[in-house]
Nanobody, 112 residues
Framework: QVQLVESGGGLVQSGGSLRLSCGGFGIPLSIYTMGWYRQAPGKQRELVGSITSSGSINYADSAKGRFTISRDNAKNTVYLQMNSLKSEDTAVYYC??????WGQGTQVTVSS
């Protein structure tokens, strides 16, 4: 059974940092383009950034300079390091493997 499990969310003050993790179970994340998405209340889910199997990374404009995506294939895990968090970063964050597999999401709340 394929599972993606996000962790690391929580409540943080504006300007703070969080690192989200996305662990794969029953699926080798190393062969997939992995995406991080977020969905704020009342808004559509949006791409935060992605990393290909070869390590090429792209970020949404809102994430550039503040967020960093990385992967550790030995741990079958992808990370999203978020720095200088703002209240508008408050959302449920999801990871996605390829075009099919989604995690259950982890809540990030940034208090101003």
């Amino acid at each position: 059974q394929v599972q993606l499990v996000e962790s690391g969310g929580g409540l943080v003050q504006s300007g703070g940092s969080l690192r989200l993790s996305c662990g794969g179970f029953g699926i080798p994340l190393s062969i997939y383009t992995m995406g991080w998405y977020r969905q704020a209340p009342g808004k559509q889910r949006e791409l935060v950034g992605s990393i290909t199997s070869s390590g090429s990374i792209n970020y949404a404009d809102s994430a550039k300079g503040r967020f960093t995506i990385s992967r550790d294939n030995a741990k079958n895990t992808v990370y999203l390091q978020m720095n200088s968090l703002k209240s508008e970063d408050t959302a449920v964050y999801y990871c996605k493997a390829g075009s099919v597999y989604w995690g259950q999401g982890t809540q990030v709340t940034v208090s101003s």
